[in-house]
């Protein structure tokens, strides 16, 4: 069976195509000088973005992870998934506090989907 990667570094690829699975690497804001609503809202067009790009969308991811580096922001995110996630369509996930290289970073977002 064929992986199809796209967008592919040194380091990752952004997207993995396997068997009918979209894999993405975990998307972070690019101006991390928002706040926490705001990041995320700019990753989850990122993702938007890449799951259209691999013939898929967001009613169609299988789980995701969701990385916040404070706890306290977890409000402010929810807030900004809620607007984005279509009615019935909310995936299992998981919500953690982690302590990101770069202090300015506030959130990162890792998604598993179906292809359309």
């Not at 993702?47 to 013939?55: F, P, S, T, V, Y």
């Not at 019935?88 to 202090?103: E, I």
Request: hydrophobic fraction near 40%; include cysteine; glycine fraction near 6%.
């Amino acid at each position: 069976m064929n992986i199809t990667r796209l967008h592919i570094g040194d380091t990752l690829s952004e997207v993995a195509i396997h068997n009918g699975t979209v894999y993405l690497a975990g998307q972070i804001a690019e101006d991390t000088t928002q706040n926490i609503q705001d990041q995320t809202r700019e990753v989850l067009g990122h993702i938007d973005r890449l799951l259209a790009e691999a013939g898929s969308d967001k009613t169609r991811i299988l789980s995701c992870q969701i990385f916040i580096a404070d706890s306290n922001d977890f409000d402010g995110m929810n807030a900004a998934w809620n607007e984005w996630v279509p009615e019935g369509h909310a995936p299992p996930r998981a919500t953690v506090a982690v302590q990101f290289p770069d202090s300015r970073r506030l959130i990162e977002i890792i998604v598993v989907a179906a292809s359309s």
